[in-house]
């Protein structure tokens, strides 16, 4: 049986206060050109548009209107980039402040919502959090259906300072995620000579900067094979050109 959502308290913050402010990045965007409503998506949900992480099928449903933009930003969300490049390197607690953040443009609620929206992902996954996200009512009243979500409340008129950008405050992986990268990738053996097969650092996963031991005999054992292999061309080619002197 699924565990039922809880109720989270709010607390004090930017995205809570009406902002009197006109114009700027951090007022509510007008619905505009479909291009750029495309562009901005990209930037709020994956940060950047490369060529390679677009999705050219669904920015052809939203150009003829076939999808609305809440549509187009739960396909970006589902994508292959964004499930390899958020989902697959955080923990379930960093997932809900990254959606939280591009989804409903504010600061999670604390650690009760953090752990809400955590069990949410426990039972139904990815999927489940991001379509509850988006068919929430503070989606819908703050965003809509033709409408990019944003930071809100980033900026507020009579602050001196506004707040950090959302991807400044919480980019797509941490401290942890590099470590634990960096212990799963060897050492480049290019980087250098010497008995440890480079110049650098060693990986941390390699006991004594060694590589592991059937590595190594597997190595060896391929280095006997290629030297055998090139003293025999040398050996058959010298006796060639040996047997063609003598016919000669």
């Not at 076939?66 to 292959?80: C, K, Y």
Request: glycine share 10%; proline share 5%.
């Amino acid at each position: 049986m699924a565990l039922p959502l809880l109720d989270p308290k709010p607390i004090t913050q930017n995205a809570r206060v009406d902002n009197f402010a006109i114009g700027g990045d951090e007022a509510p965007r007008s619905h505009g050109d479909v291009e750029e409503q495309i562009e901005r998506a990209y930037r709020q949900i994956l940060f950047h548009a490369f060529k390679v992480d677009r999705e050219p099928m669904l920015e052809s449903q939203l150009r003829n209107g076939d999808i609305t933009v809440r549509d187009f930003v739960r396909g970006l969300l589902l994508s292959r980039k964004f499930q390899q490049g958020f989902y697959q390197c955080n923990s379930n607690y960093r997932v809900v402040e990254q959606l939280v953040g591009r989804v409903l443009g504010r600061e999670v609620n604390g650690d009760q919502e953090r752990i809400a929206w955590s069990i949410v992902i426990a039972n139904q996954g990815l999927e489940g959090l991001v379509n509850t996200l988006l068919d929430s009512q503070e989606y819908l009243e703050n965003f809509g259906f033709d409408q990019v979500p944003y930071q809100r409340g980033r900026a507020l008129a009579g602050h001196a300072k506004a707040q950090m950008p959302f991807n400044q405050q919480a980019p797509r992986y941490d401290a942890y995620w590099r470590e634990i990268s960096a212990r799963r990738a060897p050492a480049n053996p290019f980087a250098g000579g010497g008995a440890q097969f480079s110049g650098g650092q060693m990986s941390a996963a390699w006991a004594g900067g060694q590589p592991p031991a059937f590595a190594q005999k597997a190595w060896l054992a391929l280095a006997a094979i290629g030297g055998l292999e090139v003293l025999r061309v040398i050996l058959t080619s010298a006796g060639s050109m040996l047997s063609t002197g003598a016919a000669g």
